[in-house]
Structures are given as C-alpha cells and as structure tokens.
T-cell receptor, first 114, second 114 residues
C-alpha cells in the first residue's frame, strides 16, 4: 500500500522567513496530494492541494510543488507569521481505490518565532 | 461550504461504558466517511471507511466489534466505542468525502476513559 514520509518532524523559523516541508510517496498511482494544518485540539484544515496533472499551485503565501517522477511534493510558506505555528500534515490518495482513503505523513510541528 | 460537524467535542466516561460520537455533513451529501484516531504528537491513523447503507471497512488491527460504525444516511455517520477502557482514550476525528474540498474533517472528539 501507499506510504508517505514527511520531513522535518519539527521546524523553527523566524517570523518573516520561509518554511519548507517535504513529503515523499511510494505509490506512483497516487494522484491527489493535500496539505492540512492542525491546531491543538482541533481537526485538520485543508490549506492547499494539488493533483498529479499539475506541477505547482500557489495561494497567496502558500505554494505546493509536485515532482511525479521523483514521487515527492513540498509545501512552501513564505513570509511566515506566528499564527502559522501549528502541525502540518501531507497526505496522498489515488482514484479508484476503495473509498479513496488518504494516507498521511507523520506531521511537522512548525514554530514561528516572533 | 463543506462543513462537517462532530459531536461531542469532549467526553469523559467510566470504564466499561459505551460512547457514541456523531459526524454530520451539514451542507453536502457524503457517501463515504472516514474515522481516524490520533494519539498525542502523532499522525492520524485511519480506523475505518464507511459507506452509506453498507458495512464499514475496517483497517487491519482495528476491532470492528469494539468500534461500531453506522452510516445510515448520506449526512450522518456514528462511531460507538463499546465497553471503553482507559487505553481507548484518544482523539477521534471523522472526515467526509464530498463537497468542493474533496475531504472535509470534523473538529474531533477528545475521549477520556476513567
């Protein structure tokens, strides 16, 4: 089955700097890659996603890149702010699999220091 | 759009009792819902996938007689933790597939078994 690895496990940046989180996946049939932000005691919130027919997607300060050949995708947050501090999860799924279930990475704790 | 309501947000129960957690899609129909369990500082672990009107599919190692899932309508799925024990204490999160965001998560339920 699919396996998603995520790095780093923790990331501390200074306010205003950029943050990059990387994920790799094992199943080349995966075609949907969302990123979630989870704050303490809350459910995950989708912040951006990308499908396999696109190499890059941007939404204001957040961008995601996908390299299908290398089977890795990355989250880029520019001009970080203290409110960006949270746990970030990448995930992967593939169409056709029963229920289209998401396989999550282990998560990255992002701390933005002001 | 695409809101998933999960209740209760917190519950404390005595060992040996059962607890029901509800997950409702408020503004879209969800033919498929997912139930996750999350331990502190860990990723989301998929427990089961439920499809409206049919039996849930459980992930390997998840006891289906202990974690009863019912998906009786297109907007409601329930997870019942039967004969709860302290080791069942965890953060349970539901997710519904559908709506513009693809997958929408509930806000989670913190279960504490004493």
């Amino acid at each position: 089955g699919e396996n998603v690895e995520q790095h780093p496990s923790t990331l501390s940046v200074q306010e205003g700097d950029s943050a990059v989180i990387k994920c790799t996946y094992s199943d080349s049939a995966s075609n949907y890659f969302p990123w979630y932000k989870q704050e303490l005691g809350k459910g995950p919130q989708l912040i951006i996603d990308i499908r396999s027919n696109v190499g890059e997607k941007k939404d204001q300060r957040i961008a995601v890149t996908l390299n299908k050949t290398a089977k890795h995708f990355s989250l880029h947050i520019t001009e970080t702010q203290p409110e960006d501090s949270a746990v970030y999860f990448c995930a992967a799924s593939k169409a056709g699999e029963y229920g289209n279930k998401l396989v999550f990475g282990a998560g990255t704790i992002l701390r933005v220091k002001s | 759009g695409a809101v998933v309501s999960q209740h209760p947000s917190r519950v404390i129960c005595k060992s040996g009792t059962s607890v029901k957690i509800e997950c409702r899609s408020l503004d879209f129909q969800a033919t498929t819902m997912f139930w996750y369990r999350q331990f502190p500082k860990q990723s989301l672990m998929l427990m089961a996938t439920s499809n409206e009107g049919s039996k849930a599919t459980y992930e390997q190692g998840v006891e289906k007689d202990k974690f009863l899932i019912n998906h009786a309508s297109l907007t409601l799925s329930t997870l019942t933790v039967t004969s709860a024990h302290p080791e069942d204490s965890s953060f349970y999160i539901c997710s519904a597939r559908g709506g513009p965001r693809g997958y929408t998560f509930g806000s989670g339920t913190r279960l504490t078994v004493v």
